[in-house]
C-alpha cells in the first residue's frame, strides 16, 4: 500500500517522464496525474508504458468521459475532487480503485451506497483537518480517508498516525527538489 500519493500535475508531455523518475528516484512509487491538464491521458500512459512498477492513477477526474480516458490510458486508480456515482459505478465494474472526494457525512453515506470504503478528503486543511477525520469517523468505522489539502511534511507524521488514514495526498513534494522531498517523507514513514 502507498501511504503517501503524489498529486502531480503534467503541462509538457516532456516533463512525464523525468518527474516521475524523480519520484521513484526518491523512494514514492505511486502518482495521481491530475486530468487538469491536456496531456494527463498521454501522460499517464507513458507513465505505465516506461514504470510498470509504478501505482500510476488519474486524479481530479470529474467525470464518466474522463474516468474513461485514465482506464484506456492504463491508469490503476481513479481520484475525484468530489463523488461522481457515474465514476464510482464504472470503476467498481472494471476492479479499479476509486477514491472520491466526501468531506460532509452524507456524502459519506453515499460513497458506502456506492460500495465505496476509502474516500479522499479534500481539501483537508479548510475542512477541519484531523479533528474532523476524527469526528467522521465515529459514526463512520468502516471507512478510511486520504486527506490532501494541508497535509505537508510538518504534519505528515501526524495524520499517518491516525488508524483511520489509509494514505495522504499532495503536491508538496512537487515543489523544488523532487527526489529530496521524497527521502524526507520516506524518513517519516
Known amino acids: 500500500m502507498d501511504r503517501v500519493i503524489p498529486v502531480v500535475v503534467i503541462k509538457d508531455i516532456k516533463d512525464a517522464i523525468p518527474t516521475l523518475k524523480a519520484l521513484r528516484d526518491g523512494g514514492v512509487n505511486c502518482a495521481e496525474i491530475t486530468f487538469r491538464t491536456a496531456c494527463a491521458a498521454e501522460a499517464i500512459a507513458l507513465g505505465v508504458k ?22 484506456e490510458a492504463g491508469s490503476k486508480f481513479l481520484v475525484s475532487p468530489g463523488l461522481s456515482a457515474e465514476v ?12 472520491p472526494g466526501c468531506v460532509t457525512p452524507t456524502e459519506i453515506m453515499q460513497a458506502i451506497e456506492l460500495g465505496i470504503n476509502i ?3 479534500f481539501p483537508a486543511n479548510v475542512y477541519g483537518g484531523l479533528k474532523a477525520l476524527k469526528a467522521l469517523s465515529a459514526p463512520f468505522p468502516q471507512i478510511k480517508f486520504i ?10 507524521e501526524e495524520f499517518l498516525a ?7 495526498g499532495g503536491s508538496f513534494m512537487m515543489k523544488g527538489d523532487i527526489v529530496e522531498n521524497c527521502k524526507e517523507i520516506i524518513k517519516k514513514l
Not at 464510482?88 to 477514491?99: N, Q, T, W
Not at 491516525?162 to 495522504?168: I, N, T
Open 50 to 71: 516506461e514504470f510498470p512498477d509504478m501505482n500510476i492513477g488519474a486524479g481530479t477526474v470529474i467525470n464518466l468521459e474522463q474516468a474513461k480516458k485514465a482506464v
Open 88 to 99: 464510482a459505478v464504472y470503476a467498481k465494474e472494471l476492479g479499479i480503485p476509486y477514491y
Open 119 to 121: 474516500v479522499k478528503f
Open 147 to 156: 486527506p490532501t489539502g494541508g497535509v505537508d511534511l510538518t504534519n505528515l
Open 162 to 168: 491516525f488508524e483511520k488514514v489509509y494514505a495522504v
